[in-house]
């Protein structure tokens, strides 16, 4: 079974920085798309950031520019690099992971969530 340990989240103030990391355990197949979403209390889930590939990545609107995704396939770890935080960044960030088994079927594993929080 695949698991997905966050870290790297906290309590910063506002035009501060984050790096958010995630490593996925458990032997999974074979890696496709890694990414983080946000969630804000009251809010919908929203995508943060996505790397479906070791060199496409794809942004929501309000992060292009501050956040960075990267990953580490030998490590089976995508980080998220948040620089100029606001406010508004405070959420529970989840991790996710797209594995390919035989197939093919894709199966979409998550973290368990860490806590931005950004004060003004």
């Known amino acids: 079974q695949v698991q997905l340990v966050e870290s790297g989240g906290g309590l910063v103030q506002a035009g501060g920085s984050l790096r958010l990391s995630c490593v996925a355990s458990g032997n999974p197949f074979t890696i496709n798309s890694m990414g983080w979403y946000r969630q804000a209390p009251g809010k919908q889930r929203e995508l943060v950031a996505a790397a479906p590939s070791g060199t496409i990545t794809n942004y929501a609107d309000s992060v292009k520019g501050r956040f960075t995704i990267s990953r580490d396939n030998a490590k089976n770890t995508v980080y998220l690099q948040m620089n100029s935080l606001k406010p508004e960044d405070s959420a529970v960030y989840y991790c996710?992971?797209?594995?390919?088994?035989?197939?093919?079927?894709?199966?979409?594993?998550w973290g368990q969530g860490t806590q931005v929080t950004v004060s003004s």
């Open positions: 996710y992971v797209v594995e390919i088994r035989s197939g093919p079927n894709y199966y979409t594993h």
